[in-house]
């Protein structure tokens, strides 16, 4: 789905959930956030080719946090050795991405449950890349308000809660808010995280109130889709349920 023009929404039915990985892109380059589930990549690739912006290629990977949802994806992303994109992510998940700490909410049987599933092409990719990577896998770490120069500009938010260096983002010339796991769309109503995987929900409600900082148009949630429409108003009272 175009939101305007340089980003769209992609979806992607994996069975038991649908996610929505964003691109951004200009005339030079590409840049994917988020890569899905282990084994999404050629899923995601094809869903960037039916968007029709031509062989634009994937520079840079920005990753809004370490669930296996969000970077499970990226070691066939990765497998192109010299021509792999950058990646980005945040410094307090960059030890979980780059395979030297455990993700943080995946048990070590839940993963192999995981990993089960996968051709043996892709699972052992991902043990490659994540149980023993021979390089770090996380290229540069963005902060809170630094502006990434992808596609007319990028705001990156720090929004922890959901996990320590959870990150959202900003596009600043369509005005949409990638928010991650910050928030959540069911039904077409915006909602917050969702406690039963969010650790600090404290914290995650407290990061909520950072977006009131921008003047939003639309909302990526990566679990949901898109949310347009008096989105900062709605923001607010997520950010204050009392």
């Known amino acids: 789905m175009r939101i305007a023009e340089g980003i769209e929404m992609l979806e992607l039915n994996l069975g038991p959930m649908t996610i929505h990985p964003t691109i951004l892109y200009d005339k030079d380059s590409l840049v994917l956030i988020d890569t899905g ?16 912006i031509g062989d634009i290629p994937l520079r840079s990977i920005i990753l809004t946090h370490q669930d ?5 994806g990226l ?14 992510a945040h410094e ?4 979980a991405i780059n395979g030297s700490q455990p993700l943080l909410k995946m048990t070590t049987e839940r993963l192999a449950a995981i990993l089960q599933q996968l051709p043996e092409e892709a699972r052992s ?34 929004t922890p809660g959901h996990t320590p260096g959870h990150v959202s983002l900003f596009h600043q010339p369509s005005k949409t808010l990638i928010a991650g796991d910050a928030m959540v769309a069911e039904n077409g109503e ?17 990061s909520l109130k950072k977006f009131n900082d921008f003047d939003i148009e639309n909302v990526i949630c990566f679990h949901g889709g898109k949310i347009q429409g008096g989105v900062n108003k ?9």
């Open 125 to 158: 990719q991902f043990e490659e890349t994540f149980l023993h990577p021979s390089h770090p896998n996380v290229d540069q770490t963005i902060t809170d308000g630094e502006t990434l120069p992808f596609a007319g500009g990028l705001t990156v938010i720090h």
């Open 190 to 206: 915006l909602k917050g995280p969702r406690p039963s995987n969010t650790p600090d929900m404290e914290k995650a409600l407290k």
């Open 68 to 72: 296996i949802d969000h970077i499970g």
């Open 75 to 88: 070691p066939a992303f990765l497998a192109d050795g010299d021509e792999a994109p950058i990646v980005f």
């Open 37 to 52: 589930m282990p084994g999404s990549a050629p899923a995601i690739l094809e869903l960037v080719k039916q968007v029709g």
């Open 234 to 242: 709605r923001i607010a009272a997520l950010a204050d349920p009392s």
């Open 92 to 95: 307090d998940d960059k030890g």
